[in-house]
């Protein structure tokens, strides 16, 4: 279990596509409230594609299958998430393409992954995005990387620290996106954004067994 592979990035996919559907209602709840209401239905319909194009295309490392996510929820997921999920699994792609990826290299796809959010939203941690659950998921990637840590651990500690991270934007005052425009009453509710990247990130942590 030293490292993952095209298989783990197959389970990802399916895991991420059960958890986003039964959570749809309860994503486009959050989003009600401070934004337009479609977070869930957006992703819903985001992953749904990705499952159906996955099942017909061949994948030969992690890599495959992170671009196949990256341009299906491009052209599918639309609003403001579909273009930066988009661009942090096209980032994740480009450093994930040996055919394994060990608990460093789970890192640097982490990594890459927000580096790509935020070079197309330019959000800072703090704005109440989903900048808030990746960054301290990074930190905490890294952490587990350089304790030697198996990719299982490396995600595990990625999604628990987004989960905190997610949390943490309940208080925050919304500086980015839709939710910017109520201003301060924003405050007090969950970003939506931040909610299903926990949830993107625990099932790549189930996925790679832990
Ligand atoms: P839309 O707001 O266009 O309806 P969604 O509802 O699908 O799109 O996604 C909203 C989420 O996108 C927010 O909850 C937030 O996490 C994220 N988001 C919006 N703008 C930014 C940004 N500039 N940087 C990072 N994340 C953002
Ligand atoms: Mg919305
Ligand atoms: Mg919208």
Known sequence: AGTLDVAWARRFVAEAAQV??????????LDRV????????????????????????????????????ATT??????????????????RAAKVSDAPAVDGQGVHSLLDAALEGVVARGKAQVGDK???????????????????GGTPAAVLRAAADAAAVGAAST????????????????????????????VLLLDAAARAAGE
Do not use: C, Q
């Open 20 to 29: 986003v559907a039964e959570n749809r209602v309860a994503l486009s709840e």
């Open 34 to 69: 401070i934004g337009d209401g479609d977070h869930g239905e957006n992703m819903a319909r985001g992953f749904a594609a990705v499952t159906a194009a996955l099942e017909k295309a061949e994948t030969a490392t992690v890599g495959d299958v992170l671009k196949l996510v």
């Open 73 to 90: 929820l491009m052209s599918t997921v639309g609003g403001a998430a579909g273009p930066l999920y988009g661009t942090a699994f096209l």
């Open 129 to 147: 995005t989903m900048v808030d659950a990746w960054h301290p998921a990074v930190e905490a990637a890294a952490a587990a990387a350089d304790a």
């Open 170 to 197: 309940d208080e925050l005052v919304a500086l980015k996106g839709r939710a910017s425009y109520l201003g301060e009453r924003s405050v007090g509710h969950r970003d939506p954004g931040a909610a299903s990247s």
